[in-house]
């Protein structure tokens, strides 16, 4: 999934949930600043590394789910 539009990524951006994407092979391609504020996490280290790498999040996905 790719955020084609300016508009449409600042509203991924700005919304008050914690939002992550990854590729079909579980790459990070997005993390918005909710998500970082969660997390601890910024986005400069995790664009582009794989969500099997965080497991806490993983961990408290399941737990969500």
Request: proline content about 0%; overall charge neutral; glycine content about 8%.
């Amino acid at each position: 999934m790719e955020v084609n539009s300016y508009n449409s990524q600042k509203i991924l951006e700005y919304i008050g949930e914690g939002l992550l994407y990854a590729d079909n092979e579980g790459k990070i391609l997005f993390i918005n600043k909710a998500a970082e504020n969660l997390t601890g996490w910024n986005r400069d280290e995790c664009i582009g590394k794989k969500l099997s790498m965080f497991s806490v999040l993983k961990t408290y996905l399941l737990k969500v789910i």
